[in-house]
Structures are given as C-alpha cells and as structure tokens.
C-alpha cells in the first residue's frame, strides 16, 4: 500500500481538527482578556513610579492573551511544542525593568496566560482576584511615617552643624547618608528622615540658619524617586 505526502498531511489535518475545540478556545481567549484587562487596570491604579507608560501596561494585557494562545497551541501537538521551545529559545528580552513591582505585574500576566491556556479558567479568575486585592491594600495602605532624603547645601561647618542641631529639635533618628566637600568649602549633605503625616514645618526652622544655600527633599524607597 503506498501513502503519499497528501495523505499524512490530510490524516494529520483531520485528526487536530477532530481533537479541536472552538468553544474551548473561546473561552480561553475570553477569559484571558478579562483577566488581561483587570491586569490593566490594578496596574494602572498601583503605579506608584515616575512616569506612567501605557504602552507597558498594554503589552501586560496582549502578553497574558498571546501566553494563552501560545500555551493552546503547544498542548494540542507534541512536535509543535518543541518546535514552539526552540523558537521561543531565541527570544531575549533587553528592555531593563527598574521597578521591581513591574516584574511582578509580567509574571502575573505570564501565570495567567499559562493557567487560561491550561483550561484552569476558575484558578485564573481567583488567583489574580486574591492578587489585585493584595496590590491594591498594601499599595494604598498610609504608613505613619514615610522615608525622605534631605539635601542641605551649607557654606561651613558652622551652618553644618546648627542644620544638624535644628534636625534634632524635630527627629530623633536621623542618618546621614552622604557628605561631600567642593574645592571652595561648600558642603553638600545628604539625611535620612523619616516624616510623620507628611509634616515638612522643620524646612522653615533650615531656612532660618545663614548660611545654608539650598534645600532639597525627595521621597526615598531604596532608589531616589523625584
């Protein structure tokens, strides 16, 4: 019995076809925009950095779409999964990620194109529920008091040192951070404060002192964030 090209691709078309659920994938996809979009929107509503980018925030709706089709496609045939690996394997991402809480928001785009495309569709709406309630509470939550940079420019070190007394009189703690000398005597240093119900009466007290020059203060999470 001879069997041509044409008959293994049609026996093989025939069969994915047979195997293939359109209402399946529907509901796939359908669930992954729903989920896509409600990514969309905690992300949007939990940016905390310094510019917003919607186009960012795009791309974490399509990628939990295309995890979901590329998840579809994968476990419906086994050689076109490893024809999938070995593509995907060239794939590099270069764009740097400098708030750790967008590596967060593509991981849960990523599970949640992962889980949709498994067919775990309940899974998916509860787990990202649970999610972006935890976002949402511990992004919004008020802390009693929030971590402030303080630049002062000083002439001396007299004005140095009745900067840091008058800082005393309004923070018990404080740490200097950094103290750098230019070539004629100025002064530059940098303090960690920690600033209760946004509470800023002690940039009057700093004005007061000659000798001080300029006054900064800028909100600090570990990075400096203007």
């Not at 796939?28 to 949007?44: P, R």
């Not at 690996?85 to 708030?99: E, P, Q």
């Not at 495309?117 to 976002?135: E, M, N, Q, T």
Request: aromatic share 12%; with cysteine.
């Amino acid at each position: 019995m001879n069997i041509t090209f044409a008959d293994i691709f049609k026996t093989s078309f025939i069969e994915n076809a047979s195997t293939f659920s359109f209402l399946d994938v529907l509901i796939s996809f359908l669930a992954a925009f729903l989920i896509g979009t409600f990514i969309y929107l905690v992300y949007k509503k939990t940016f905390q950095g310094v510019l917003y980018s919607r186009s960012f925030n795009i791309s974490l709706l399509l990628l939990t779409i295309i995890t979901t089709f590329v998840l579809l496609a994968v476990t419906s045939n086994i050689i076109l999964s490893l024809g999938m690996v070995g593509a995907l394997s060239i794939v590099r991402f270069r764009t740097a990620i400098k708030d750790p809480m967008d590596l967060v928001f593509l991981f849960w785009s990523i599970g949640t194109g992962i889980v949709c495309g498994a067919g775990l569709i309940p899974l998916a709406f509860i787990g990202s529920i649970l999610i972006g309630i935890v976002l949402l509470f511990f992004v919004h939550r008020k802390t009693i008091d929030s971590p402030y940079i303080l630049s002062l420019q000083c002439i001396d070190e007299n004005t140095e040192e009745q900067s840091l007394h008058v800082l005393k009189n309004f923070f018990p703690r404080f740490k200097i951070k950094s103290k750098s000398v230019s070539k004629d005597q100025w002064t530059e240093i940098l303090i960690e404060i920690h600033i209760k119900d946004d509470d800023t009466t002690f940039i009057k007290a700093l004005r007061s002192v000659d000798g001080i020059q300029n006054i900064n203060l800028v909100s600090f999470s570990g990075d400096y964030v203007l």
